[in-house]
């Protein structure tokens, strides 16, 4: 089996900053893309970042020059760093990992942006 455990969510004023961790454990042997997506009520889950294992990046348009994902392949680990945030960041974070077996979900960590 293979666990994803998230850190680093909370509550933060508008135009501060977040650093969330996702760390993976069980049988891992490779890891393709780390990703990191979000969710608000009524609405579907939306990606936020992507890195390869090569470390090339995507990014969701509306977090483009705030957002910065990177990974330590030695850790199985991934990382979003937030800049700027805006209130319309407030979400449940997801980071997701796909392995030749299959794709795997954290349990999700909640920010939330407000003064």
């Known amino acids: 089996q293979v666990q994803l455990v998230e850190s680093g969510g909370g509550l933060v004023q508008p135009g501060g900053s977040l650093r969330l961790s996702c760390a993976a454990s069980g049988r891992i042997f490779s890891v393709n893309a780390m990703g990191w997506y979000r969710q608000v009520p009524g609405k579907e889950r939306e990606l936020v970042a992507v890195?390869?294992?090569?470390?090339?990046?995507n990014y969701a348009d509306s977090v483009k020059g705030r957002c910065t994902i990177s990974r330590d392949n030695a850790q199985n680990t991934v990382y979003l760093q937030m800049d700027s945030l805006k209130p319309e960041d407030t979400a449940v974070y997801y980071c997701?990992?796909?392995?030749?077996?299959?794709?795997?979900w954290g349990q999700g960590t909640q920010v939330t942006v407000s003064s």
């Open positions: 997701n990992f796909r392995l030749p077996s299959g794709q795997y």
């Open positions: 890195i390869s294992r090569g470390g090339s990046t």
